[in-house]
């Protein structure tokens, strides 16, 4: 039997809701094998004009997360409780119709693949155009206009030609140039990327990456950017919330959760990548074992079969009762506050260099 407790520094939930705010997110799958329990009991706020890093390994429920806030789950096999309210309109309860003219008008997502986002039958112009055009009743005339414009505010050189070649015509970086074009061309209120520079080598990240800041500073979006790379997060977004196995265990703003992380999962995340600046010859450090299985998680923490620091809690807390996370800054771990800050500075720290 599992409970749950609120742990020790995290206070209750204040401040004012988010532009976009998700309350109690439970998000499960029907399948063959039994019920998957993706995303559970989760809560956080994007203000405009910010961006969220949401941070943690494969299977975390980073991703169902957003394809949830976008209403694509087939809700034959998929159950949602909770509540995200984005600008003041419920979408869980929100019809496909409405759902409908949110993706692609105020909410827009850019993958991390475009190939999949782009068809290849049809010229990149007219793919960038058509939301444009559906959203705001435009003539295709300015739907065309638009689109022009668009892959020049991306960076595509020669936009009035470029715009008539198809996809494969498009180099990767340019396709997810034009992506991120197609996801902005109705200046939507919310932005989710989902690893959208994973596929790319190091000098189109670091472009694609400039690029979205500086589209959020002149489109004023909130951004929820999804990532493994701590490193991405840091350099793209003001606030991180780590997940592991469908819950968040720790948010914070970007310099609090990275110089001063309090969960032993984002110690963990932290000391398992690499750094420019180490001994080539220094080994990384894994996470011990896998992530649990979704369709039975681990009673009490569900990181505790993992975790190294449970025997510094004592009794069979970690095993039985489950640490959850206030709104604000937090880690949802049932070691003391002081416990966690002296860890992170006698062993951790010192192992990150
Ligand atoms: Fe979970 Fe216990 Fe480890 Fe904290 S110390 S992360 S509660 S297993």
Same mark, same amino acid.
């Given at each position: 039997m599992t409970t749950v407790t609120k742990t020790e520094d995290a206070p209750a939930p204040t401040g004012p809701e988010g532009f976009l705010s998700v309350r109690d997110l439970s998000v499960r799958f029907a399948t063959e094998d039994g019920v998957v329990k993706a995303v559970d009991g989760l809560s956080f706020d994007v203000e405009r004009g910010r961006t969220l890093g949401i941070v943690g390994e494969s299977g975390s429920g980073k991703s169902v997360t957003n394809l949830t806030i976008l209403g694509l789950h087939n809700p034959r096999t998929t159950t949602i409780d909770g509540e995200i309210v984005l600008d003041g309109k419920e979408?869980? !309860?929100? !019809?496909e119709r409405e759902m409908e003219q949110l993706r692609g008008n105020k909410v827009a997502m850019i993958f991390q693949d475009p190939l999949t986002a782009l068809s290849p039958y049809y010229t990149v112009g007219r793919q960038i155009a058509e939301p444009f055009i559906k959203h705001t009743g435009a003539s295709k005339k300015e739907g065309w206009a638009r689109a022009v414009e668009m892959l020049g505010k991306v960076g595509i050189p020669n936009p009035e030609q470029r715009a008539k070649d198809y996809p494969h015509q498009f180099s990767g970086g340019m396709r997810q140039r034009a992506m991120i074009a197609m996801a902005l061309v109705c200046d939507p209120d919310l932005l989710i990327a989902d690893e959208?520079? !994973?596929?790319?080598?190091v000098t189109v990240q670091a472009q694609i990456l400039d690029l979205l800041k500086d589209l959020q500073q002149e489109f004023g979006s909130a951004i929820v950017f999804i990532t493994h790379d701590l490193g991405v997060i840091a350099d793209m977004a003001d606030d991180i919330l780590v997940m592991y196995a469908g819950s968040a265990v720790e948010r914070g703003s970007v310099d609090e959760v990275l110089r001063a992380p309090r969960h032993p999962y984002t110690w963990g995340l932290l000391n398992s990548m690499p750094r420019l600046?180490?001994?080539?010859s220094a080994q990384l450090s894994p996470i011990p074992g896998t992530p649990p299985s979704l369709l039975n998680p681990p009673t009490g923490c569900r990181f505790h079969p993992r975790c190294t620091f449970q025997d510094r809690v004592g009794g069979n807390r970690c095993a039985t009762e489950r640490p959850l996370l206030a709104p604000d800054r937090s880690s949802a771990c049932h070691l003391t506050a002081e416990q966690k800050r002296t860890i992170f500075i006698d062993e951790i720290k010192p192992r990150l260099g």
């Open positions: 979408l869980v !309860t929100a !019809t959208p520079t !994973t596929a790319l080598d600046d180490s001994d080539l």
